[in-house]
């Protein structure tokens, strides 16, 4: 856990999707609101629970993304200590090594996320696991006291699936299984299904009365968040390691020599990660963080596979957990491959130095900046010591509105009913934070724009844009990107 604290807050960069939700937890303490502090797809929830690093940094006197690194730490630490407990129940009676499974556990977690660490789907399986295990102990007849730290857990796992509305398919359809099993309207009074409701209930309630603005923000999203897809062929390649950990899961949990109670619980885990690779593969964008929660369970799964298996080396039959273990072994070598490339890749001193970074930092330190391109991008905002004049860190509903521009004669008539829209909400950014430096994205190749797509000459076309654009003057240009200084 250490190890992995330290990569983040110094060796490795912080990752941008981080970086940015810090910034809107910052202004979300600060009073700011959605629309008109931050654009954010998503609900508030992912911004919530970044706020403690923001409170931690300040008690500490510390960077932010070294305080974000410490309370995800802290985070993984209080997942293995709730799942202690059930990983003691399954494994005792087998033999099994509950120590080193713990080690495993946090290493996992820790580790295998890479440049991922701290995203949204790692908090996910940080908070969901440790309920998991106890829902599936359960399912075995074991572990139906509900003590308090069992209520934690359920607790946790209840607001790790409210950090994605994707995740309540998932749920539900664990909940649907029980029903399916026991064929009892007492289902329904499940304590971990009360627990999801209240919490669900209050999550609304708090959306509805205290921030209503994000229900016009995702209404405005959803005309446009379809830039982001990618062709399934792209998507489904993304998918391969996710997809290998997952079928080595489910055929070893089908198939290894391992009693009723332990495929019980191999199974419900297997089976989860297979519903999150369809949410995965459902969002089509091939994001690798999107398919976290699918390589991070299936590990656990075959962690406790082999915890099992070893001691069964021990007497005859060898052969079956021999090779159950070696296929284990292998596919772990092989996860492992991505993270660690990653810590030199992804280092800080490697990306100081590429033509964006360098120049931004040279010409907005200590002042403000707005990235004026569609998508986020690596080093952004986490490398440049200077403020961000915007409300996001790319103009977000930009590609969307290319697209349709770009599209048939009623996509470019959503294209234009969209355009005052899009305008003013980078108008209204240059106006209010006046940037002291605009970086412009005039690289060929950009993620979610069309290559032929020119950012300025789409925007000047409004007039309220040129006036903006009019402080501004163009004093130098680098790696395909045009750096613009505010004069006025």
Excluded at 5 to 19: E, R
Excluded at 413 to 431: C, H, I, K, S, W
Aim: proline share 5%; glycine share 8%; aromatic share 10%.
């Amino acid at each position: 856990m250490a190890l992995a604290v330290a990569l983040h807050a110094v060796q490795m960069m912080p990752n941008h999707d981080n970086g940015w939700l810090l910034i809107a937890a910052e202004r979300l303490l600060a009073g700011g609101t959605y629309r008109h502090d931050f654009v954010e797809p998503n609900p508030p929830l992912i911004i919530f629970l970044n706020v403690p690093a923001i409170l931690l940094a300040r008690l500490l006197g510390i960077a932010t993304y070294t305080a974000f690194s410490l309370y995800v730490g802290g985070l993984i630490l209080l997942s293995a200590l709730l799942a202690c407990r059930f990983l003691t129940v399954l494994l005792k009676p087998e033999g099994g090594l509950t120590g080193p499974v713990l080690i495993g556990y946090v290493a996992i977690l820790a580790l295998e996320p890479g440049y991922e660490f701290g995203q949204r789907e790692h908090l996910f399986t940080v908070l969901f696991v440790p309920g998991l295990l106890w829902f599936a102990l359960r399912e075995t007849g074991e572990e139906g006291r509900l003590d308090t730290a069992t209520l934690l857990a359920i607790g946790l796992a209840s607001v790790a699936v409210l950090i994605k509305p994707f995740y309540l398919v998932l749920a539900a359809a664990l909940f649907g299984l029980r029903l399916f099993r026991l064929r009892s309207w007492r289902t329904i009074l499940d304590p971990a299904a009360a627990m999801l409701v209240a919490a669900g209930l209050l999550y609304a309630a708090t959306i509805l009365l205290a921030y209503p603005e994000y229900l016009e923000e995702a209404r405005m999203q959803g005309q446009v968040y379809f830039a982001w897809d990618r062709d399934w062929r792209t998507v489904l390649l993304a998918s391969k390691d996710a997809v290998g950990a997952l079928c080595l899961a489910l055929a070893l949990a089908a198939l290894a020599p391992v009693p009723a109670r332990v495929r019980t619980v191999l199974l419900h885990l297997a089976l989860v990660a297979a519903g999150l690779l369809a949410v995965a593969l459902l969002q089509k964008k091939g994001w690798t963080y999107h398919l976290l929660p699918v390589v991070e369970i299936s590990l656990i799964a075959l962690l406790l596979l082999a915890a099992i298996l070893l001691p069964r080396l021990a007497a005859p039959p060898r052969l079956p957990a021999l090779v159950a273990l070696a296929a284990i072994l292998l596919e772990t070598a092989f996860l492992a491959l991505r993270p660690a490339s990653e810590v030199t890749y992804a280092a800080r001193a490697h990306f100081r130095d590429t033509p964006l970074i360098a120049t931004l930092q040279r010409l907005a330190a200590g002042q403000s900046y707005l990235m004026l391109t569609g998508g986020y991008l690596w080093g952004v905002p986490g490398l440049i010591d200077a403020t961000l004049g915007a409300r996001g860190l790319g103009q977000v509903f930009l590609p969307g509105a290319a697209q349709l521009a770009a599209g048939n004669a009623d996509s470019r008539a959503r294209a234009a009913a969209l355009y005052p829209f899009v305008v003013q909400e980078l108008v209204g950014d240059l106006e209010r934070f006046r940037p002291a430096i605009v970086a412009v994205d005039r690289r060929q190749h950009r993620q979610g724009l069309p290559e032929s797509f020119d950012i300025l000459r789409y925007y000047g076309d409004a007039e309220s844009f040129r006036r903006a654009w009019a402080s501004y003057r163009l004093v130098e240009s680098q790696g395909g990107w045009d750096f613009y200084r505010r004069i006025d």
